[in-house]
């Protein structure tokens, strides 16, 4: 096994637990020095807890690596600067940002309570932002650094999951123009969209599909070897790993030497671009059957 992170400093937020925990776990088995962040809550973002955190430290140390815990939020933004400032205090530098934390609430869009909106798009998309933004001026000084930050194919659309799949997207495109941003200080950001049985999954997912089967990659990302990949997204799940077309082709056009009128497009539209879709048929945009009985 090579040390591909020997020495290096990494903060996963998220670590408690899932996909999180076994990234942080991975990482500390590849050398790196780890913050485990999590807060303890629910998959549904109530109660705290410092238990899952330090558990995935006593994990780590006991098998022989090296960590310690982070209790701050990344929702709030002096928990998310307190995190980075914790990495810098206690191991002198930071290499490897994972933003993996996250909360799941789900809800048709027209029973979406403003309160439930904000604690899931402040806990994804302001947490990635929030730690993000303070990593990166760590990472701009250094002239290294690596940012992972986890999205999902629910942005693509998925009933009942309207929170989710904006936060989701929104952590996309941010951290496409992170990438472009921070190129040039040395610094890579990619994107993974990952699918592993979790306890606040909004599908049911291939029952061998673990969390232990994101972390080689997301180590991989997190290496030096990784430094030319950049603004990438991918999605990987048991014993699969893709990568999406940048940017997402368009697959059919109409043209004509001038403007479109409605009339004309009333009649040209059904018979070309949309043909055969219906209002409640809309396409598959998982990579499998979904189950939403479970």
């Known amino acids: 096994m090579e040390d591909l992170l020997k020495d290096r400093v990494a903060v996963v ?3 408690g ?4 925990k076994a990234e942080a776990l991975e990482l500390a088995a590849r050398g790196a020095k780890v913050i485990v962040n999590d807060i303890g809550t629910s998959h549904d973002g109530i109660g705290i807890s410092e238990d899952p955190a330090d558990m995935t430290v006593e994990e780590i140390i006991q098998a022989g690596g090296t960590a310690i815990a982070s209790h701050d939020s990344v929702a709030d933004e002096r928990g998310a600067n307190a995190i980075i400032r914790f990495a810098m205090e206690t191991f002198g530098r930071l290499d490897v940002l994972i933003n993996n934390a996250g909360i799941l609430r789900t809800s048709p869009v027209y029973d979406i309570e403003t309160t439930d909106f904000d604690a899931v798009i402040k806990t994804h998309l302001y947490g990635t932002f929030y730690c993000t933004r303070a990593a990166c001026e760590v990472m701009k000084e250094e002239g290294y650094g690596r940012i992972v930050c986890t999205s999902s194919h629910t942005g ?6 309207a929170m989710y799949s904006a936060a989701k997207e929104g952590i996309t495109g941010f951290a ?5 941003d921070m190129a040039k200080f040395g610094v890579t950001c990619n994107i993974i ?4 049985l979790w306890r606040g999954r909004p599908f049911k997912a291939l029952e061998h599909d673990l ?3 994101i972390a080689p990659l997301v180590v991989y990302l997190a290496s030096e070897s990784a430094g030319d990949i950049n603004g990438c997204i ?4 048991h014993g699969h790993v893709g990568i999406f077309t940048e940017p997402p082709p368009v697959q059919q056009i109409l043209w004509k030497d001038g403007r479109w009128t409605p ?10 671009l949309t043909k055969g879709r219906t209002r409640e048929d809309l396409p598959q945009t998982m990579p499998f059957m979904l189950n939403n009985s479970d």
């Open 13 to 15: 937020t998220g670590a």
């Open 17 to 20: 637990g899932g996909i999180g």
């Open 156 to 161: 693509f659309g998925l009933e009942n999951q």
């Open 176 to 180: 496409r123009t992170v990438a472009r």
């Open 193 to 196: 969209r990952p699918i592993a």
């Open 211 to 213: 969390p232990e089967d």
């Open 234 to 237: 991918f999605e990987v799940w």
């Open 263 to 272: 009339e004309e497009l009333k009649k040209l539209m059904p018979e070309t």
